[in-house]
């Protein structure tokens, strides 16, 4: 759990530009929930459940915690498990709980094809940190894949002939292939081609994204550089690596893409985290057809 709240913070410093003392209150009390789920045996952010988080609250309240204080741990946690949500790393929002009953998960926001094209645009395909931000945009949306998985991809897990992403295990679940298009695969050469090797000398087993320095790249660097392109192209400043990859399945699925292509390319565990595309695709189609039938 560590992990997904050290993420979760530097979404909140890089994305959100949240202030210094917001950073480190959302830091104590996530925390400090940590530290109580792992007194239960839980570790990973996948085991909370809905009852677990009530215990949690309830043991708070009766330990005396002000109103203030419990109101501020609920808001952590609701925004926290948001995050984990956006970025797939829950299935669902167990705080929904503290909000209402029955609550369903929100569907991901979704850039337009044309905003797609204008992100991917964006950067400098002729210079070599743009050659690399174009590559990065391309396979992001060409693939869905996490940011996490992107920047711990090496070359040997490109196959530019068949054009096709390897991505390897991680928690638990089983590597994957992933085919991605030929505007992906040429911007893909051009980095490997005329950019990275200015800053990888040959032979050096490096990863696949560099900086100048010839290191890898961090989530944060490149949550900075999704945002800046956004910003250039007009797009709202929040956007996320995360946006790319739902914008893929999504647009998956407006052509034809079915639930279980789907469950397999994003790496799910389960049919129904895919399901909500479908839903967003179905009420949209809904909703064309019921202005179609409006008369007068």
Known sequence: MKRNIESFLEYMVIIREAAPHTIEAYRSDLTAFAEDMAAHGVEEVTQVTEELLADYFFGLEAGGMSGATLARR??????????????????????????????????????????????????????????????????????????????????????????????????????????????????????????????????????????????GLTRQSVWKIVRRYAQDAGIRTNITPGVLRHSFASHLMENGADVRSLTLMMGYAAEAQAQVYENDKTERLRNVYARAQKRG
């Open 74 to 215: 609920t808001s952590s946690l609701r925004v926290f498990f948001r995050f984990l949500v956006e970025n797939d790393d829950v299935q669902r929002n167990v705080t929904d709980i503290l909000e209402r009953p029955g609550a369903v998960r929100k569907r991901p926001l979704i850039l337009s094809a044309e905003e797609i094209d204008r992100l991917l645009a964006a950067p400098d395909g002729e210079t070599p940190l743009g050659s690399r931000d174009r590559a990065i945009l391309e396979l992001l949306y060409a693939t869905g894949i996490k940011v996490g998985e992107l920047v711990m991809l090496y070359p040997a897990d490109i196959d530019l002939r068949s054009s096709i992403l390897r991505v390897e295990a991680q928690d638990k679940k089983p590597a994957r292939e992933i085919p991605f298009g030929e505007k992906a695969r040429d911007a893909l050469l051009n980095w490997i081609g005329k950019g990275r090797s200015r800053y990888v000398a040959p032979l050096v087993n490096a990863p696949l994204f560099v900086n100048t320095r010839g290191t």
